[in-house]
Structure formats: structure tokens, C-alpha cells
């Protein structure tokens, strides 16, 4: 028997599955908590809950992973040397630490410049020794001639044994800063995802798993370690792209829209006739325009964890109640937390009315995450409070008392920032607790904290809990509609479209009396639900949308499935320009004739992304062509303008056979 074992890591939850590949059936799947500070934590627990594994019989682990994304969003990673080679630098900020600008570069036809200047090249190494952990070459329209790239390479590697990442190998777009930038950040993320590659195989080897390693790239298909450690950066937004192909996996659809209700977000994408639609202009990450491309997927900040809050100073019209917001920040559900902390249950039943608290509501609760290593380098107020949270979690007001009523709410968010202390609040979790529609955790805090808001809100606890549950569906009904918004090229927010609002009120308060007409709306997609809270909330929305909804077998660890069953895919990209010049990844070239162009680029595409695909765990691809032809007719005839090349090599990766 071949097995995967299929590994997600979520914002909220780390997924395994246990996939048997020759009859593609789930034997085996179980969860964690996903440990932020430590990926490889949670991953040992969810493997470990697995239960009886036979090591011998695990062929691959295919692994979706959150942490480029969230290195990329938080800074981290190893201190990037940028060379730059032309006459100027891209345009915009860089994320690189120390940056040099020697002679060099091509124009868009490939000629140089002007030649390689290495003399400023080895006085810019000088330099930049032990100042840096990696190096990023990026030279001026190196897509069309990377031979000084090339160049720069070879004389690093003479000098200093440094790892070193060249833009023309990651991109063959055009853009000269969004290039540099991939180049940049895939330099950070080189010790970053080595670390974590070398934690993930200690803990499979720890289970007697020698099974090779593949990651989930952004655009739903896999690389194996080697490739992961060379272009990290492929790996960001893997978990959104691994849903889609989980979420056609487990349905079997053709056409869908894919819906991953998690812990912290939701993720909606589109399939066509088995094709998920792409973001072809290059995913942004933390305000980093990239040139890699990834499944288009629409996010938004709404899951299982979201913080439910009243904002009292929002009144609803004709009533005494504020505006009820959902998310975008996560949180820890009271009924979740209550099961480690039973005590504060009782901090909550205290609570008897309505309670002012500053930057936040009475129902939160604050629990430690991390220990400071140097708690003497804390301000009085931050060490005071880790010093009472460090024992146990508190309600907002017990801690406050415990404090001698001196709580500073600055003192708060900088520990909250830094990641110290968590925020325990009311959740859609806890609404369904509530409810009696989920009962895995705690339902008596769940209770309270829906009590405690209800007495904000001005109605009792069970209307609460509803009117929470109808937000949250509407809420994912607009994010579905705005999602096609997307799709289609626009920006614009739906939500804040006063139109949008009077037209959509009689969709969510259907039979209202103050209503003169009544909407409907027919979604053109069936919906492939997935993730542990669809199946309280996404009838509803299928209801409204008057579409078809699917929540498959297993759909709580879809990500994970997905990252099971995905495939190797690896593509080259040839341009032809006037004058029959080739511009590929191994250089440019010129033909006399446009036939012996076009020879060329298929004897040596194919060749190159062949090895590509060996290169990333492929054996024997699927090769597929397309090519695009681009041309003027003028007073003289057609003209030719350029002609594209997209050679894709695609399949299961060889070790699972």
C-alpha cells in the first residue's frame, strides 16, 4: 500500500491526513492547535494523533505551510545584500538590508549597456560581508539576457561561499522592481524555510517516517525540499491554493466555487472545467508586490475565531443597541479556553450588568502565550500583569482587581503586539455553543459570554446568539458576492456601496413590512463548503444565493487533503521578438529564420523543464504547449510583433509510485 500523509498548517488548526494514493481514500485524520511560535509543535501532535501509523507504507509528506507568508508579513528572516546591475535602481522601497548599484545591465532587445563593471562587483562583496546572510542579483531586464546575472553569480561563488538567489530564475515577467523584490524576499526566506524543513523531518523521522518531503506552492502544485530550499518564496499563500485543490478533490466538481471557512479567515476561489483561476499579475504579500504566481483566491476576515464585538458608539436606527462588528482580529473562544481554564467560567458569571472597559468589552479574557526571556527588560505595568497572567488566565476585570485596579490598557497592547499575553473573547465558535449547535468545547462559557453581551446589545442571551449567527451568514454571503466583485477586475467594497446596501437589505430581511419590493439572487457556480463551521452556516448562504452547496466528507481537513493530492507542475516561458531574438531563461539568442526560433525553443524548453520537474520530484510529465502569436496588419501586411511560448511540464511526483 502507497500512503501520503498530507500536513496543513492554519492560522488556527495544524491538519493531517493519511491518504491511501492507489484507491485515493482518507484512512486516517486528526488535528492540533497550531503553534505560532513553533510550527513543528502542533505538527507533532496532529501526526501524533493520526494514531497507529505504519511508517513503511508513508510514501511522501506533502506539507501546506503558513510560514513564508507569515515571515514575509512579519518582517522576518535572514539580512538580504542586494546587487543591482544598470544604470539605476527599480523604483520603491527594497526589502534588502544593504544594497549595491554596479555597471551592467541590458536593454529590452538583450544588448548590454555597457559591460560588467566587476571591480565595483568586488569592492560591493567587500562590503557586504558580514553585514548579510544572503545575497539577491537582480540585473535591468535580465528577463531578456541573463547573462550578467549569470556573471555576478560565478564571481560570488569564487569568493565567498554565501547562498545566492538571481532574479531572472524566479521571474520572466517584466517589471524590474516587483522582479527584484521576489528576488529580495525569496533571499530572506532561505534560512527560514531550511529551519523549518529540518524541524519537520526530525519529527517524522522521531515516528519513523523516511518518506521525502514536498511543499505546497501558491499556485496549488508541489515542490520537493531541494526546490523549497532554492525558491521559497513559491511556497507563500500555500494553505489558500491547497483548499482549492482539497476542495475539488473531495467533490469531484469540475465547475465550483470553493468556499475554507477556518479559524481565522475565509478563502474563496473559483474552478473551471477543473482549472482554478490564477493570479497572474503576482500575489501580493504584506504590501510586497511579487512576481509569483498563485491561485487568485479572495480572502477575508471572517472564521471560526473572529472577534465578535459591540461598538457602542454605533447605534442600530430606532433601538438602543451599537453595531455588531465580526472579525477581522482572531481571538481565543471562550468555550475553547474554558476548557484549560474551568475557573474562568466563574470570573464571568460575576459579571452581573453592564461593565465599561477600556479598548475592549467585559467578556474578554487574557491568558499567557510566551514567557518573556528577559522579564526584567519589561516596563512595571507589562511585568506586573505577566507576572498575575504567567499563573493563570483572568476575565479583563478579575485581572484588573488582581492588580489593584490599576490596569494600563498601553501596557495591554504592547504585550498583545509582542504576542506575550492572548485575548480570549466571544466568537462564532461560541455562538454555535450557544446554540446548542456545536458542542466540542465548553458550552457554559459560551453562555456567559453571550449573557454578558446580550446585556450590552439590550436583549436576552438566546436573541443574541441568533442575531450573531445572522450577521455571520450575511457576512459570508456579501464576501461570496464580493468575491465575483474581484473576479471581475474591480476594487471597489461592496459593503460600503449605499446602493448595494438598499438593494441587498430585502435579500437578508426578507417579509419585513418597511420592504416595497423583494431581491433575488441566483449565484452561476455551485458551492464546495470546506472547513470545520460550514455546516452550521453555509445552508444559509447557499439559501440566499439560490445555488447548490456541497460540504464533502471530510471537508474539516480539507487543506490537508489537498496538500495530499497535488501535483508537480512546472513551467517555462520563451518570448520571440522582431528579428527572431529568443529570450528564455538560459539566455538570449538570434535566428536567422522565425522556424529555426521556434525549433529551438522546443527542443530546449522542453529539455529545461524537464529537468525542472526532475529537479522538483517529477519522473515522467505530461508535457503541454501553448503558445500565443502577436501581430499588426498594416498598409504592408502583417507584421510580427512577438511570439510567447508556455511549456508546462505536469504529474504526480515519482516517489509515490
Known sequence: MSC????????????????????????????????????????????????????????????????????????????????LIGKRKPKGDLPAHRVA?????????????????????????????????????SGNLSIRNPAHEQEVREIIRREWDVPIVCAHELSSKLGYHARTVTACLNARLLPIIRELLGAVKSV??????????????????????????????????????????????????????????????????????HRWRMNEAGAIVAGWRTHINTAEISTFGIGGDSNIKIDAGSYVRGANQGKLTIGPARVWPLSVAAVRYPHLIEELKSIKGKRTVYQGQAVDCWMILKQPRHLESLRSDERAIVEVLVKEAHNILALEKRLGGSLSPLAMNSLEQAQIIGRISFTPTDVLHSLGMLKKWSTAAALEGSRILALE?????????????????????????????????????????????????????????????????????????????????LPAVGNLLNTQVTIPEHSEVANAVGAAVGKVSERVTVVIKPGFKVHAPWGCEGYMQLEDARESILVKGKARVMENARQAGLKNPEIVINHDVTSCQTDFGEVFLSEVFEITASGYPQNIF
Open 204 to 273: 517524522l523521522r522521531d515516528k519513523g517516517i523516511m518518506a521525502p518531503v514536498m511543499v505546497v506552492k501558491g499556485d496549488g502544485s508541489l515542490i520537493n525540499e531541494e526546490a523549497a530550499y532554492e525558491k521559497p518564496i513559491e511556497t507563500i499563500l500555500s494553505g489558500p491554493a491547497a483548499s482549492v485543490v482539497g476542495a475539488t478533490f473531495l467533490t469531484g466538481m469540475e465547475t465550483v466555487l470553493t468556499l475554507d471557512m477556518g479559524g481565522t479567515t475565509t478563502d474563496i476561489g473559483i474552478v473551471k472545467n
Open 4 to 83: 501520503i500523509l498530507g500536513i496543513d498548517t492554519g492560522g488556527t488548526f495544524t491538519d493531517s491526513v493519511l491518504l491511501d494514493f492507489e484507491k485515493k481514500t482518507i484512512l486516517a485524520k486528526a488535528k492540533a492547535f497550531t503553534t505560532p511560535q513553533d510550527l513543528t509543535i502542533g505538527i507533532k501532535e496532529s501526526v501524533g494523533n493520526l494514531g497507529g501509523i505504519e511508517p513503511e507504507t508513508i510514501k511522501m509528506v506533502s506539507l501546506s505551510t503558513t510560514l513564508a507568508t507569515n515571515s514575509i508579513v512579519e518582517g522576518r528572516g535572514g539580512r538580504v545584500g542586494l546587487i
Open 457 to 537: 446589545y439590550g436583549c436576552s442571551a438566546e436573541r443574541f446568539a441568533q442575531y450573531c449567527l445572522e450577521q455571520i451568514t450575511q457576512s459570508l454571503t456579501i464576501s461570496v458576492l464580493q468575491s465575483l466583485v474581484s473576479k471581475q477586475g474591480h476594487n471597489f467594497s461592496i459593503q460600503e456601496d449605499q446602493s448595494f446596501n438598499f438593494l441587498t437589505n430585502p435579500l437578508f430581511k426578507q417579509n419585513h413590512p418597511d420592504h416595497d419590493f423583494s431581491l433575488r439572487i441566483g449565484l452561476n457556480y455551485p458551492i464546495a463548503a470546506i472547513g470545520a463551521p460550514v455546516e452550521s452556516y
Open 101 to 137: 548599484l554596479i555597471s551592467g545591465g541590458h536593454n529590452l532587445y538583450g544588448v548590454p549597456f555597457t559591460e560588467l563593471d566587476t571591480q565595483e562587483l568586488s569592492r560591493a562583496i567587500e562590503q557586504m560581508k558580514g553585514e548579510v546572510d544572503t545575497l539577491a542579483i
